[in-house]
């Protein structure tokens, strides 16, 4: 199973607006999975991060706006295929900034 973009983890804005990959490039967070193993689950730890547009060939995850001054936890998505080897995704999200 591959999940493209390959990326450990990306960071959305605290308005949930625009994402950031590793090396701070933005990037789009929709994800294509090619696999011969069904079912896809899309998986979240953390309730914040929210998986939307999910089909056998892909998913794309968005967030809340953030209102308060501390970040949410980190999230690990969790990605599988029937048998196949599962990826995992972190996702963070920046904090507002103070006033």
């Known amino acids: 199973m591959t999940v493209s973009p390959s990326?450990?983890?990306?960071?959305?804005?605290?308005?949930?607006?625009?994402?950031?990959?590793?090396?701070?490039?933005?990037?789009?967070p929709i994800f294509t999975v090619t696999t011969n193993?069904?079912?896809?689950?899309v998986r979240p730890n953390q309730e914040w991060v929210k998986v939307v547009d999910e089909s056998d060939n892909g998913f794309t995850l968005s967030v809340n706006?953030?209102?308060?001054?501390?970040?949410?936890t980190s999230?690990?998505?969790t990605v599988t295929a029937g048998s196949a080897v599962g990826v995992t995704i972190m996702v963070n999200q920046l904090a507002c900034a103070p006033l």
């Open 7 to 28: 990326l450990s983890y990306i960071t959305f804005s605290a308005d949930g607006a625009s994402v950031t990959g590793p090396d701070g490039t933005p990037v789009v």
């Open 65 to 72: 706006e953030v209102s308060g001054v501390t970040a949410p």
């Open 37 to 41: 193993q069904k079912p896809l689950n």
């Open 75 to 77: 999230a690990i998505v």
